[in-house]
């Protein structure tokens, strides 16, 4: 299941949260969790089947990387592969 970053247009903050493939492309149903208002937006996919290497910017945006990361990690297909122990090296997890 993939995880995206969402910010939120009212006070700013930024949140992850997990949404099916399904519903990828559609506005997130979650509110923000400071200020409680829906008016979120899509900012960042973090992409556990793709290279990480093109997802270096989630390093400036998000305090919650590393945290995503670790999901990434116990996600199902990743966990215990290859991957994982690269990501894990990599990122200190
Ligand atoms: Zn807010």
Known sequence: M???EYK???CN???EAIVPMAKRKTPTRSSCDIC???QVKQ???TCPNMGMDS???IHKSSGGFK???QRVCESPGI???KRASELKDRYNL
């Open 2 to 4: 993939p995880t995206y």
């Open 8 to 10: 939120c247009n009212s």
């Open 13 to 15: 903050h930024a949140f």
């Open 36 to 38: 409680g208002k829906k």
């Open 43 to 45: 900012v960042i996919l």
């Open 55 to 57: 997802c270096h910017d």
């Open 67 to 69: 945290s995503a990361m």
């Open 79 to 81: 966990k215990n592969s």
